[in-house]
């Protein structure tokens, strides 16, 4: 699970390869295995030292590029909230991220899967509106078609896997390329 102090892991040729909690990296850095490239603002302390708490590490141990890329964002709820920007994509209503369904555009009774162009955000009362028939059949139009989002450059599976669509620190905006395509098209 990706915290405000995970930290970002570089190789030594400076691309990312994993997203760890800062206390490993903490232990990295002490370990000699790791050099500390970015710090959040905030500290910890113990009794002998205080330090910033690492955002980006590079691993002087890590020759490998990781195996897997992608540049599709993984669907899970926080995802499609986000591309769906909080909103019913029938009636346009602001929802929260723990009070929205999730909406099959082709029902699951005619055939529709959960995948990205298939699902969107709906209100309560839209989904309940549309029961289990077509936008058409239950006379709603939808405000966008939906649509997988994709990253602009492809990303290790296992960084986008715990990232998402999660905006990171700004310390790592020069490693991950963050420029998500939201719009459709």
């Known amino acids: 699970m990706l915290t405000s102090a995970s930290s970002l892991v570089l190789n030594i040729s400076w691309m990312p390869i994993e997203i760890i909690c800062w206390q490993d990296a903490i232990t990295l850095y002490f370990a000699k295995n790791a050099k500390i490239i970015s710090s959040y603002d905030f ?3 113990s009794p002998s030292m ?4 690492p955002s980006v590490i590079m691993r002087e141990d890590a020759n490998y590029i990781a195996k897997a890329f992608t540049n599709v964002v993984p669907f899970n709820r926080y995802n499609l ?6 909103h019913c994509m029938y009636c346009g209503k602001k929802v929260a991220l723990d009070d929205f369904t999730f909406e099959h555009v082709i029902p699951k ?3 529709g899967k ?6 969107v955000v709906a209100c309560i009362r839209c989904n309940s509106k549309k029961r289990n028939r077509t936008p058409k059949g239950a006379n709603m139009v939808l ?3 939906p649509f997988a989002p994709k990253l602009s450059k492809s990303v290790p599976k296992n960084v986008i896997k715990k990232l998402g669509l999660r905006i990171p620190h700004e310390t790592w905006l020069d490693y991950i390329y963050w420029h998500i395509d939201l719009e459709k098209g």
């Open 43 to 45: 500290k910890v302390h």
């Open 50 to 53: 205080s330090m910033n708490v």
């Open 81 to 86: 909230f986000c591309r769906d920007n909080g």
């Open 109 to 111: 009774d005619c055939g």
């Open 114 to 119: 959960r995948v990205w162009e298939n699902i």
């Open 143 to 145: 405000i966008r078609e």
